[in-house]
């Protein structure tokens, strides 16, 4: 260390800094509550627990939490731009099992379809914590899938990163919590237990409904419109 | 204040769990150096403290991308120096760095001389003038290791650069410091 060095860093102890604010403790991804101050500018990427959905924000940012939101163990992020996927489109995370199999590995009790064909194919994915399933009704990327997961405002399973041309709407499905997501396709990402994204599973997705039933999310996705999804949703028990 | 001791990795995993007392650890732990590396940048209280809070709020609100082992400090500074980047474009004021007052100097061994204490003053405030003077890439980099002590990988977090430019850098800014302050 030379005299230099030693003289700067004796200086450390003689520069005046303005005192250290107090700051506001933010609630972690998942029950957050606003910052006061500015609004989030445009690289937006905002995590809303629906059962925290009532936002503690300041009007100047309220505006710009509006169309952002969360529901169970997925939350929706508007970004500015999206990133390069790194999976094709259709991709499910899971191997594929039997319907008991899947069962016995989860913790909650599997929604199935009361009516129209089986689904070609269950993919069980054991990292998330209590388990995902996911159905599949044919091969091909566009076809209707449908996955569901343990989800809670504690549990996040997949991020949503929409672009300005997506669209986002709440409503309720027969009393349940419920978001429809359509128009320009979004990126799609999953995490595991630790909360660990994983990037080269992300994909690019279209229209998707998701929905709470108890403690359980769905999420059904497919060239489908906001009335079709609906109508399979319902039969979904 | 050193790179965080390893007990810290519990009250990450515990903030990522939800656990707002932990949040407040963190939060309490950082927001001084949060705060200041804020400020280095910003040169503005306001736009720190605006800087250094949605700093938090960004690296809460993606605790869950955290990777579990790693260090936080560099992670939420790295954070943190983008929201005051982005606010130094946007506001005008920037303070330059002060000297505190000349008789709350170090406390030491035997007082100095009046005479003796002016001449060290004087020469503090030319070495600190002379880093304001600095190109701001190097100022920064300068300030951080010594105003801030944050080690290497820190500063290059700050920066966003990499920790052998963070050393190419400070040393660039100190022979140009000796030259400005041995003429």
Do not use: M
């Not at chain 1, 006061?36 to 629906?50: K, M, P, T």
């Not at chain 1, 504690?154 to 919590?177: C, H, I, P, S, W």
Request: net charge positive.
């Amino acid at each position: 260390v030379t005299e230099l060095e030693t003289r700067l860093a004796g200086l450390r102890d003689e520069i005046v800094f303005p005192e250290t604010p107090s700051l506001e403790v933010p609630a972690p991804a998942a029950s957050r509550r606003r910052s006061r101050r500015r609004s989030l500018g445009l690289a937006l990427a905002v995590v809303v627990a629906v059962s925290t959905a009532v936002l503690a924000a300041s009007p100047g940012a309220r505006s710009a939490l509006r169309d952002l939101l969360g529901i169970g163990g997925v939350t929706a992020i508007r970004v500015d731009a999206l990133p390069e996927p790194g999976a094709p489109p259709g991709y499910l995370p899971g191997r594929p099992v039997s319907l008991p199999v899947a069962q016995e590995a989860v913790t909650f009790r599997i929604r199935v379809p009361a009516a129209g064909p089986a689904p070609r194919a269950v993919l069980l994915d054991e990292r998330p914590s209590g388990g995902a399933v996911s159905f599949v009704w044919s091969s091909e990327p566009t076809a209707i899938q449908l996955t569901q997961f343990e989800g809670t405002e504690n549990v996040r399973f997949a991020e949503k990163l929409l672009g300005g041309g997506t669209r986002v709407e709440r409503f309720r499905l027969d009393g349940r919590e419920a978001v429809w997501i359509e128009g320009a396709p979004h990126v799609v990402r999953f995490l595991d237990r630790s909360g660990t994204l994983h990037e080269s599973e992300s994909r690019v997705a279209g229209n998707v409904l998701l929905w709470r039933d108890g403690e359980v999310t769905l999420r059904l996705e497919g060239r489908l419109t906001r009335d079709e999804a609906v109508g399979l949703a319902r039969a979904i028990r | 204040v050193a790179s965080r001791p390893p007990e810290e990795h519990p009250t990450i995993e515990a903030a990522r769990r939800g656990d707002r007392d932990a949040c407040a650890r963190l939060v309490r732990a950082h927001e001084e150096i949060a705060f200041r590396t804020a400020y280095l940048i910003t040169r503005n209280a306001a736009d720190a403290e605006d800087a250094a809070q949605e700093g938090f709020v960004k690296a809460f609100r993606a605790l869950g991308r955290f990777r579990a082992g790693s260090p936080f400090r560099p992670w939420l500074l790295t954070i943190v120096a983008n929201e005051a980047r982005n606010r130094v474009r946007a506001s005008g004021r920037r303070d330059a760095l002060a000297l505190r007052a000349g008789n709350e100097a170090l406390s030491g061994d035997a007082a100095p001389s009046p005479e003796r204490e002016t001449v060290a003053r004087a020469e503090r405030t030319a070495l600190l003038d002379a880093v304001d003077g600095l190109p701001d890439d190097q100022r920064l980099a300068v300030a951080c290791r010594f105003f801030l002590e944050l080690t290497e990988n820190e500063t290059a977090a700050v920066l966003g650069v990499r920790p052998g430019t963070v050393k190419s850098r400070v040393s660039r800014a100190l022979d140009r410091l000796r030259e400005e302050v041995e003429r």
